[in-house]
């Protein structure tokens, strides 16, 4: 590799170059941000930046760039600047330019040539060809600026020469008007303005590290690294936006003090105690009422509580004991694949299945008349998250190191034991954690809900599921029942889907039903999140405590 | 029968009986209290779940026989009772997970078998599901097709994969290859979480902004989007596909990544050149995994659909967004009744056989990588 060696004595005057790039990597960086703010209308389209119309300024950006980058792979060709670039660009980069040129090719050829599907294909194939052949054919260093270059030039030039205007349209013909499609300027603009810079900021960190492997490097870890930070931000918005858009109504009218909350009766062995609790928090203390000034989601956290014990109490006995058996008796055979490939299936199931099945198979099961039920709906929740449990705790016991068993085996302790008081506590990190964050995900899921447990869309605080004082005892079988079980209820996810169900507007004694939505939401995701923080953190927590290295 | 056992003298009546044989040994060697308990723990599960199967209202007094039985052996024979009690938990998950099955093609079957129809003079149940493209059970002959949903749902796929996959296998790659440690401790619960935000919650923020938006922004007839509907549902995809595919590029021996570095490669080419294409198998199956879930998501669609199921025309008109699988069985489930609840469970079919497809196809590539990665050790 003696050309690296000279290519680096070589790149001290390669400076100008090199900053020049730098320069065209930030500009597509403010290109991209800019289009960003025009799809959310922070940017006006019609109106204008610096001067000129938005348009016309962004266009007159793009052609600079696209320019520039083309001018990269010249001067780079010509070896006015020395770089290292590959025989070819390859075929990764030449696919994906071929399909967005074949896309522009396409559009062109059959809207604004009018040549109709088949003509559209053809020059869309045809200009695609051309595309893949310029990315592919020669150096790396034109291949990869000329066809990123052109389509920003193009962009821009429609912009600048105002073919695409800022009152500009297009509906296409082919389809039906009952199903008709409007695109505007201020719709595509943005689409089209993020894609160049993409592409342009992708080949002017090419050009900065001087093609070749380093500019390959640099133009990937730059694409990588914008993906990072574009899931981050998708995720910080969307929590930040139900955060602000749900916080006035949960925190309406809270008041903290001694004696102003609601008072709870605690009756035991024929006492009765009566708490009264030190803040009124009417969103999450009361229920749909006319007589209440704030309506609040009480009855649906008491339903998504209870579903949550009795997921829990259904599926974590059965599933850590399955994974045990599973683990540690039987045999490493065809038996225990099949039931881990279908525990796996079962994991991916989607939702509704489940909730089918608990709508065919459980809620006609219950008497004294089949309907929804808060135990139908506890009892397919658990059924979902048993595939989970037996998943992770079996994963857990297998991390567990085989010496740990033959060291208690050797000091003549039985195998039982042995799980017992080695196996299982080794692998308890794994399945709490394993157990938290699938709860998390039950507590959130709607789907099986509608089918098996909804019932009412705005439930008052006194129609609660009150499961702990409704079992009552009978003489006759089955000796035991509880009405509260086998009634519907409601639970958070339901009652959010009643919010869309119901629309806008005023209704069932709610002001406003949109930000009552917003304030559902936002207990849920605090709840689910709950889950999820406690579910991560236990995991930190015992990873950095344990490793059995 | 003969001629078989001739030929195979190892058959299987042999192998029954052997079995039986070490089952009465093992029944011998055991104490004759600890049999009657596992026999009357046995006996009293089965009847509790005949008893449920059958509404019997006798069913807790099975349970709480088995319960009792348990308890005995705990006390008297923890062993036993232990392997005998984890057997049966084995046992309940399995019949459980093969009740679903069964329960959903059972509760399917009446309408495949009214809506058959004769291909080359063989009866196929249900085909006519799949000949119209009607969806009308209000109707005097109603009619149930499901090509409107279908086409629904393999548009909403593409797009949620289109989004899904190339972002997930990046993000994967940062995750466990480009990422410094502090990055990673932040990136990778941040998609973990992504993963834990509920569906109604991407539905409720879909259908109060973006499906209005949407709306306004290409003059639509109406809300609702396939378009919209395709990327809420990939980014809800993304998570199961960055865990997945992050797994299989762990799994890579650092000693191959190593041995290229020391070749004087970037990362970069590293990466492309070692990493991906060993791991190839098992990202391919995280981003299969990654469709099973698009197919499956359910809230998100039904609340930013339109619920009228209708073809979209042209058929690429990802604009329009009318009705899944999904969400025609969560939107009409309450409301149906007969023939048209049977055709849910046909949906439903759909779905299970689509994704169990998907999943057991990714999960046999990634036995093949690990068996692949084993041998190249």
């Known amino acids: 590799m003696a050309g690296a060696a000279e290519s680096t004595v070589v790149r001290e005057d390669t400076s100008t170059y090199e900053a020049v790039a730098g320069l065209t990597v930030g500009l597509a960086a403010i290109l991209f941000f800019l289009g960003l703010a025009a799809t959310v209308d922070i940017v006006s389209v019609t109106g204008t930046l610096a001067g000129l119309g938005t348009l016309t300024a962004l266009g007159l950006l793009l052609v600079v760039m696209g320019l520039a980058v083309v001018a990269f792979g010249l001067a780079s060709y010509r070896g006015i600047f020395p770089t290292d670039p590959r025989a070819s660009a390859g075929l990764v980069a030449a696919t994906l330019f071929s399909g967005l040129w074949f896309l522009v090719g396409a559009l062109v050829g059959s809207e604004t040539l009018g040549l109709g599907f088949g003509g559209g294909l053809a020059v869309g194939l045809l200009v695609g060809a051309v595309g893949f052949a310029a990315t592919a054919l020669p150096r790396e260093d034109i291949g990869s600026t000329l066809p990123a270059g052109a389509l920003a030039v193009l962009f821009g030039l429609v912009f600048l020469l105002g073919v695409v205007g800022p009152e500009w349209s297009w509906s296409p013909a082919s389809f039906p008007d009952s199903q008709s499609v409007t695109f505007f300027a201020r719709t595509i603009a943005p689409f089209a303005v993020i894609l160049s810079a993409l592409v342009v900021g992708w080949a002017a960190a090419k050009a900065y590290g001087g093609f070749g492997a380093r500019g390959r490097h640099l133009g990937a870890y730059l694409l990588v690294y914008l993906n990072a930070i574009a899931i981050i931000a998708v995720l910080v918005a969307l929590v930040a936006f139900v955060v602000v858009k749900g916080f006035a109504p949960v925190t309406e009218s809270v008041t903290v003090g001694l004696g102003v909350g609601p008072a709870t009766t605690i009756a035991l062995f024929g006492f009765s105690y009566e708490v009264v609790w030190p803040v009124n928090w009417p969103f999450l203390m009361n229920g749909a009422s006319l007589f209440t000034d704030v309506t609040g989601v009480f009855p649906a956290i008491v339903g998504t509580a209870w579903l949550v014990v009795g997921a829990v109490l259904l599926a974590v006995p059965l599933g850590v004991g399955a994974a045990i058996f599973l683990t540690e008796y039987a045999e490493q055979g065809r038996f225990t694949r099949v039931v881990e490939v279908a525990t796996n299936a079962l994991w991916s199931t989607p939702s509704i299945v489940f909730g089918l099945f608990g709508a065919a198979f459980l809620v006609p099961r219950f008497t004294p008349q089949p309907q929804k039920s808060l135990l139908a709906g506890m009892i397919t929740l658990g059924f979902m998250l048993l595939p989970l449990v037996v998943i992770t705790s079996r994963e857990a016991m297998i991390a567990v190191p085989d010496e740990y068993r033959d060291a208690s085996a050797a000091l003549g302790v039985s195998k039982w034991q042995t799980i017992r008081s080695v196996v299982v506590p080794a692998a308890m990190p794994g399945v709490v954690t394993g157990v938290i964050l699938g709860v998390g995900r039950i507590a959130g899921e709607t789907a099986p809900l509608l089918l098996t447990m909804g019932g009412g869309s705005f439930v008052g605080a006194g129609q609660r599921a009150k499961v702990l004082d409704s079992f009552q005892l009978s003489l006759s079988p089955p000796f035991v029942t509880n009405p509260e079980l086998t009634q519907a209820t409601t639970a958070l996810p339901y009652q959010l889907y009643q919010v869309v169900l119901t629309g806008t507007g005023e209704t069932a004694g709610v002001t406003d039903i949109t930000a009552f939505g917003w304030g559902t939401a936002l207990v849920l995701l605090a709840v689910v999140l709950l889950f999820y923080a406690v579910g991560i953190a236990t995991r930190q927590y015992f990873r950095s405590k344990l490793t059995y290295e | ?377």
């Open chain 2, 1 to 377: 029968m003969a001629t078989t056992n001739e030929r195979d003298p190892d058959g299987w009546q042999a192998r029954l009986a052997s079995r039986f044989a070490r089952m009465g040994a093992v029944v011998q060697d055991t104490e004759n209290d600890a049999v009657a308990a596992g026999v009357v723990g046995a006996v009293s599960l089965a009847g509790a779940f005949a008893g449920f199967l059958v509404t019997s209202p006798y069913t807790s007094v099975c349970i709480v026989g088995f319960l009792l039985s348990v308890g005995y052996g705990w006390v008297r024979h923890q062993e036993l009772a232990a392997k005998g009690v984890t057997m049966a938990m084995t046992v309940s998950t399995v019949v459980i997970l093969s009740l679903i099955t069964v329960f959903i093609f059972y509760e399917a079957w009446p309408i495949l078998q009214d809506r058959s129809g004769q291909v080359l003079g063989v009866t196929v149940p249900g085909l006519e599901l799949f000949t119209t493209t009607a969806w009308t059970p209000a109707e005097g002959t109603p009619r149930y097709s499901m090509l409107p949903m279908i086409q629904g749902t393999v548009l909403v796929t593409i797009i949620a994969t289109a989004v899904a996959g190339p972002l997930g296998v990046a993000a994967a790659l940062f995750i466990s290859e480009i990422a410094p440690a502090p990055v990673r401790e932040v990136v990778k619960p941040g998609v973990e979480i992504l993963a834990g935000i509920p569906s109604i919650v991407y539905g409720f923020i879909g259908f109060t902004v973006l499906s209005p938006w949407a709306s306004d922004q290409f003059d639509l007839v109406g809300q609702g989007t396939y378009l919209f509907v395709g990327i809420v549902v990939g980014l809800m995809a993304l998570p199961t596909v960055v865990s997945v595919a992050e797994d299989a590029i762990n799994s890579v021996p650092e000693s191959m990544k190593s041995g290229s570095l020391a070749l004087g490669t970037t990362d970069w080419q590293a990466m492309t050149t070692i990493t991906l294409p060993t791991a190839f198998s098992g990202v391919s199956a995280a981003v299969l995994l990654g469709v099973g879930r698009a197919i499956g998501e359910t809230m998100a669609a039904t609340v930013m659909l339109r619920n009228t199921p209708r073809v979209a025309e042209p058929l690429y008109n990802v604009f329009y967004g009318f009705e899944t699988l999904t969400s025609l069985i969560a939107a009409n489930y309450g409301s149906s009744s007969g023939l048209q609840k049977d055709a849910l469970f046909v949906a439903g079919c759909i779905l299970f056989v689509s994704v169990l497809t998907l999943s057991i196809g990714s999960q046999l590539i990634e036995e093949r990588m690990d068996h692949d990665l084993g041998r190249a050790e």
